[in-house]
């Protein structure tokens, strides 16, 4: 079974600052997924990626396969980026998640 | 297009009752998931779907939880003699399916469920 860690669990930073929050897994996948999900929300998929480096908005997430670790990066955070957000893998030949428990992130105006 | 709906978005029971969720995955995807979110966790597994069929029912805790998709569209996921700690927030997520190079996962706003 795979095992997903996120650090940091919480993390409050002031509007403006760069976030980052890590993700690390003990067996190989086909994919890794940052998801978003805000209180009483629903949850909703920001990335998927098997390699490399994508970037959305002020959004960029990260992998290295190697080393089974990925980091989600946000740009000039603002108030409306606090929420929960979560790392999940999926297996070859199975495509159900394994998650994470999840980072709290709070930006402070 | 319509995203990934779930019915009823709350459900409060009693103990040893019968419930079923219902989820209407977006048109056209073929897998579906169920996954269940126990307060300040992450989801955990439950059941994926691949058209009608269970690909991989591993997550079910027991005998209790059982989940249909008949005509590989609609899910029902159905909680037989309900127990306090099958509280909790239940996931669907639907996706194109493996094998299409899209695999990412759409989810529903989740049904809470609360057994007193």
């Known amino acids: 079974k795979n095992e997903v860690e996120q650090s940091p669990q919480n993390l409050t930073a002031q509007e403006g600052e760069f976030i980052t929050i890590n993700c690390s897994y003990s067996?190989?996948?086909?994919?890794l997924h940052w998801l978003q999900q805000h209180p009483g929300g629903g949850i909703v998929s920001l990335f998927m990626?098997?390699?490399g480096k994508k970037k959305h908005g002020r959004l960029i997430a990260t992998i290295n396969i190697q080393e089974k670790h990925s980091s989600l990066h946000i740009t000039a955070s603002h108030p409306r980026d606090s929420a929960v957000y979560i790392c999940?893998?999926?297996?070859?030949?199975?495509?159900?998640?394994?998650f994470g428990t999840g980072t709290r992130l709070t930006i402070i105006p | 297009g319509a995203g990934v709906s779930q019915t009823p978005s709350n459900k409060v029971t009693e103990k040893g009752k019968y419930v079923e969720l219902r989820c209407d995955p977006i048109?056209?995807?073929?897998?579906l998931y169920w996954y269940r979110q126990s307060l300040g966790q992450g989801p955990e597994f439950l059941i994926y779907?691949?058209?009608?069929?269970?690909?991989?029912d591993s997550g079910l805790p027991n005998d209790r939880f059982f989940a249909v998709r008949p005509e590989g569209s609609v899910s029902t996921l159905k909680i037989q003699r309900t127990e306090r700690g099958d509280s909790a927030v239940y996931l669907c997520?639907?996706?194109?399916?493996?094998?299409?190079?899209?695999?990412?996962?759409?989810f529903g706003p989740g049904t809470r469920l609360t057994v007193l």
């Open positions: 999940a893998v999926s297996g070859f030949g199975n495509e159900k998640l394994t």
């Open positions: 997520a639907s996706s194109l399916g493996p094998g299409t190079g899209d695999n990412e996962q759409f």
């Open positions: 048109s056209g995807h073929t897998a």
């Open positions: 779907f691949q058209g009608t069929g269970a690909a991989d």
């Open positions: 990626l098997s390699s």
């Open positions: 067996v190989g996948i086909s994919a």
